[in-house]
């Protein structure tokens, strides 16, 4: 239980540290969150690559860092001319608190870890820039870790069926966008998998959980 908060709470100081050395300030999803899970609500930071199909030109992120530093005029060119991209990565996550009907889960005290890569399009570009409408779908594995439960793995697909971004807002340099996400799973979280006896279980069949994405840029 110690280890796991002390373990979450270093990634992010390291994330922090780390990221303003090797990366510079750019445009990416700068938080993602996960709301309509059977177990815990799930704060995450976003950790891929954006991959043009065309060009093969890769620009990567964590969170809104990329990843090197030198890698600012890539992803403008990326985001400039792509109209179908991959993006290759997922993300690390933890519990916010906010409990669920299955059972309580204090904040911190869930860990995970996603591997979610998706096929992108771009609907809407315009002329000068500074909107674009995009959509996207792939997999989604998430690995679940903490207090009380055995780590396990569930599996399903993501979709994205928007995501509005806004480029140089009141002539600034600041770019803002959101993206509302689904994941829907094949088998639904249940208590036992974290953590409760038999025959406590409510929810089975299918699972559909919704969240947002944040995108920022500076």
Known sequence: MRRLRMGT???AVALLLIAPRAASAGMGEVIDIIVGLTGPQMLGIPIGCD????????ACHISAWQVPAQAADVEERIWENRRVWLFVGGGAYVSTGRNSDMRDFRAFRVGMLALEPTVNY???HTNNGDFAVEHGAGASVLYLFGEGFESFVNSGIKIRPVALTW????NSRFDFGVAYNVRIFPNAFTAQDFGAGPGTTTHTGREVAHGFTIIAGF
Do not use: A, K, M, P
Request: glycine share 12%.
């Open 122 to 124: 771009r609907t809407i």
């Open 167 to 170: 480029r140089n807002i009141g």
């Open 9 to 11: 709470i270093g990634f």
């Open 51 to 58: 991959v043009n199909l065309r060009s093969r030109e890769t």
